[in-house]
């Protein structure tokens, strides 16, 4: 590829340096509904709108680089799934994204909590939220962090390691409390995602392997010991996994495992989570389950593998965290600079930069994620160039859109907007060459409320203490 900047006009055949997947649009300024929060549209001058508010209206409030929220949207995303998984247990993973409005209103919609850090069990708390609708996860919890649980008294802690159960009975015995546990463990799927977001494999770091006989002792372990509550093992085979047979291969693990355990101690553990990972659409070739067809299957699996291995259903739980809070929110920038480049055979693409970039979303540059991308300040008129959309950080790879067609004449001034933001955005966010985060601000009935203000060079400066 020639890196050589051109003037003049796009190269007749805009389509040849696109991956096969990306659709040639009709028109470069239609929004693909899939792909956006339900109360976003375009209005009459091809402005993109949330909540009846223009994003210029949002960006000469909070500025750009924002991520902006629609809470109907992430609301209604928590009640399809309370309502699609009735008497299941949902825990929201906050790691997709956390702060104290999205913990209040996931509870508020009848979901659980799972943290995965100190840091995210204190947002809970702070948010309100009853400690016993919260799970705690970590391959790697602290002394702190496991006290301040017990101290708290949360639900349930996913356990994912021998040193992690050694820990838990000194504490329980100093605390003198009985915490309830899962078991963690790895079911040997290989899930269809990134290598990086599968989790199930046997050649990583979480959970008790299955077919290593670990899991099995963890059990027992636990099982065994007074100060310990055992209610069940716990499965999370991977993120943004599309393909049902991951977690059915990794259900009927998981239950023999259960019914394992019941033949050998007479008990049948009452609970069993199978954890989230459920895709949603980035770009036009993602096709998501819903909810009540993701509940359909895996009730089906589960009542099968139970009748056939003599076992009750136990209270079952899931933990979605992307599929609620990732298509819900946009990105929104300002357009910087624009360049054309010459690529190999006469095609050209056009180098789009705006005012954030990995900083704000590392997933591009950590997962080859795929996202898509809209003018989002006005209609244009111009035909459809093969675009990057890039950073301003001082790094090749800060790319935030690999391959979206945006309209020819973009420019300086223009803003951009990129679905699929909620989830993994704010929550992996860095101050990567001392770029200040972006604020989350949420729109209702044409609204606009800061969820987490903007990070300012004096937040910065005031860390920086030598
Ligand atoms: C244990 C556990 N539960 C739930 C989740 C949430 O996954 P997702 O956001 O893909 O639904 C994760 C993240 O992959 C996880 O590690
Ligand atoms: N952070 C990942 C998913 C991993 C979630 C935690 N197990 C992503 O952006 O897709």
């Given amino acids: 590829m020639s890196h050589t900047h051109v003037a003049g006009s796009i190269h007749a055949d805009v389509a040849s340096a696109a991956p096969a997947w990306l659709r040639l649009p009709d028109d470069v300024n239609t929004l693909l509904p899939e792909l956006w929060s339900k109360n976003v549209a375009k209005d009459g001058n091809g402005e993109l709108t949330i909540g009846g508010l223009t994003v210029s209206q949002i960006a000469d409030e909070v500025g750009t680089a924002a991520y902006v929220l629609d809470e109907d949207d992430l609301r209604q995303r928590a009640r399809d799934y309370a309502s699609a998984f009735d008497g299941w247990g949902v825990y929201y993973a906050g790691k997709s994204l956390l702060c104290k409005a999205v913990a209040r209103w996931v509870t508020e919609e009848g979901l659980g909590l799972d943290v995965c850090t100190g840091g995210e069990l204190a947002v809970a708390l702070a948010a309100g939220v009853d400690p016993a609708r919260i799970g705690l996860h970590g391959n790697n919890k602290s002394v702190e962090e496991i006290t301040r649980a017990l101290e708290v008294g949360v639900g349930r802690i996913i356990v994912d390691s021998d040193d992690e159960i050694t820990r838990l009975i000194e504490l329980s015995e100093q605390l003198d409390k009985h915490p309830r546990l899962m078991v963690r463990v790895t079911t040997g799927v290989e899930a269809h995602t990134h290598e990086y977001i599968s989790t199930a494999h046997e050649d990583q770091k979480f959970g008790f392997s299955i077919a290593g006989g670990q899991a099995a002792a963890a059990l027992r372990r636990i099982h065994d010991h007074p100060r310990l509550q055992l209610v069940g093992i716990h499965s999370h085979i991977g993120s943004q996994i599309f393909d049902a047979d991951g977690f059915e291969v990794a259900t009927r693990r998981t239950l023999r495992l259960h019914a394992a355990f019941a033949e050998e101690t ?33 009730n089906k699996i589960i009542a099968a593998e ?33 360049k054309q480049v010459l690529l190999d055979g006469g095609a050209s693409r056009l180098y789009v930069a705006v005012d954030g970039g990995m900083s704000d979303n590392i997933r591009t540059a950590l997962y080859a994620a795929e996202y898509s991308a809209t003018l989002a300040s006005r209609r244009s008129d111009a035909g459809p160039a093969l675009s990057r959309v890039v950073g301003k950080h001082c790094e090749g790879g800060d790319i935030l859109v690999r391959d979206e067609f945006l309209p020819s004449d973009i420019r300086p001034g223009d803003l951009i907007a990129v679905p699929g933001a909620g989830a993994y955005s704010r929550s992996m966010a860095s101050n990567y060459n001392h770029v200040p985060r972006p604020p989350m601000v949420s729109v209702r009935d044409g609204r606009i409320s800061t969820l987490i203000r903007r990070e300012s060079i004096d937040d910065l400066l005031a860390l920086d203490v030598g």
């Fill in 266 to 298: 007479g008990v049948e553990l009452p609970e069993l989570d199978l954890g989230g990972g459920f895709g949603i659409a980035y770009t036009s070739q993602d096709t998501p389950s819903t909810p009540q067809q993701l509940a359909e299957a895996l």
């Fill in 306 to 338: 139970c009748a056939t291995l003599g076992v009750a259903v136990p209270h079952l739980s899931i933990e979605p965290g992307r599929s609620i809070s990732g298509p819900s929110a946009f990105a929104l920038y300002t357009v910087g600079t624009v």
